[in-house]
């Protein structure tokens, strides 16, 4: 089945998949990103591991239970579980697919907007806290936050691990909260003109670090 809505279209053969309800969920990461136009994004849905494996090129066993979906953004392209896949070859709970899809669709937009490649716990950071924050709801109350002094914290160039998606989600929700996300897609666009890596931690340092020095999350 293939399902068209504005500039995106869905093939699935899922009977647990509500247009409404997930487009709505998209219409939160166009909200973020002040975004209204923009390419064509298709999407595909499988309920087997092996069918996501080979969409995003890996084998059978190389698929950890974590793994579920995947952006191409240079095409404009998501992969991903259905909720029956999710259900089937997961440790998840199959409602969750909603937040993984906008959480790839985030990254596409990221993309659209031609920010830097190499600032992947913005990208990460940004992404998660669509998910999670504004779809799931996640109170981060008592989880472990981050140190806004730590370079480990903060370094916007990190490889990736699992601690960038917990860095990542802090950081933009200390950005949100405190500076407002205006400021943090005013250094993003202010990166463009840069070339070094040296440059852009210093304007990151000047119009985020030193002034979120002292806040925590609420």
């Not at 136009?37 to 999407?43: F, L, M, Q, V």
Request: aromatic share 12%; proline share 1%; charged share 35%.
């Amino acid at each position: 089945m293939i399902e068209i809505e504005k500039n995106i279209w869905i093939k699935h053969n899922s009977k647990e998949v509500d247009l409404k309800v997930l487009f709505n969920c998209f219409k939160k990461a166009e909200e973020f990103y002040d975004i209204k136009d923009y390419s064509e994004t298709r999407i595909f849905l499988v309920n087997k591991k092996e069918d996501l494996g080979f969409l995003m090129n890996k084998k059978k066993e190389e698929m950890s239970v974590w793994m579920m979906g995947r952006c191409l953004p240079e095409i404009n392209m998501i992969v991903a579980y259905s909720p029956e896949g999710i259900e089937e070859n997961t440790n998840r709970q199959k409602f969750v697919f909603r937040g993984i899809l906008t959480y790839e669709l985030a990254h596409i937009f990221y993309h659209t907007r031609k920010y830097k490649k190499n600032l992947h716990l913005l990208n990460e950071g940004i992404s998660s806290y669509i998910q999670n924050i504004l779809i799931n709801k996640m109170d981060l109350t008592g989880k472990q936050d981050i140190d806004i002094d730590n370079p480990e914290d903060t370094d916007i160039f990190q490889s990736f691990s699992k601690e960038i998606y917990r860095r990542g989600i802090f950081l933009i929700k200390r950005i949100v909260d405190n500076l407002g996300k205006d400021v943090l897609f005013e250094f993003l666009e202010k990166t463009k003109n840069l070339e070094s890596d040296d440059e852009i931690r210093e304007l990151f340092k000047d119009i985020i670090l030193k002034n979120l020095q002292g806040d925590k999350i609420q």
